[in-house]
């Protein structure tokens, strides 16, 4: 009867930690976000000049200024006015809500052209090249494959070739 009286605790305790455990992540999830969006989603610079800075607010340190209007970013936290964002080279920092737009870019990383094609298929004909580094307008994604538009050349990619397609978070 000891015994049982002693279990019986233990077991409460491992019923409350595994409720805790299957609730904790869904409740984190079903939280609103101070913009009401989704976090992570994308978004692109408004600027040629933002500052990146370590926490969310213009009495944090400096970290770098972004030079690049137009470049895609992913926005894994933000509070009322920051948005703490992940960059194709995998740089976290925090930048002002007013320094970006939701308007989805993508850009190839790789080192390589990555080729557009007419049609969503590897067989499909190259229609033109986007090369390294270059930025390109998101048209839309489907089944794999991200239809883009860049210098009045447009054309469909793999969805892993480009950064800015991914829904997973890009930066831990």
Do not use: I
Request: glycine share 8%.
């Amino acid at each position: 009867m000891v015994g049982a009286k002693l279990r019986a605790p233990k077991r409460l305790a491992l019923v409350l930690l595994a409720a805790l455990t299957v609730g904790g992540p869904v409740a984190a999830a079903d939280r609103p976000t101070p913009s009401g969006l989704p976090v992570p989603r994308w978004v692109t610079l408004k600027f040629d000049k933002v500052n990146a800075r370590k926490g969310p607010g213009d009495d944090h340190r400096l970290l770098w200024v972004y030079r690049a209007r137009g470049l895609p970013v992913q926005v894994v936290a933000e509070t009322a006015e920051w948005r703490r964002v992940c960059d194709p080279d995998g740089g976290l920092a925090w930048v002002h809500k007013r320094t970006t737009d939701g308007r989805r870019a993508l850009m190839n990383v790789k080192p390589q052209p990555v080729a557009l094609r007419r049609k969503p298929k590897p067989t499909s004909r190259v229609s033109a090249y986007l090369n390294s580094r270059a930025l390109a307008a998101l048209v839309r994604c489907d089944k794999g494959w991200c239809r883009v538009r860049a210098d009045g050349a447009s054309g469909w990619a793999p969805e892993g070739e480009l950064w800015g397609a991914a829904s997973r978070p890009q930066c831990r």
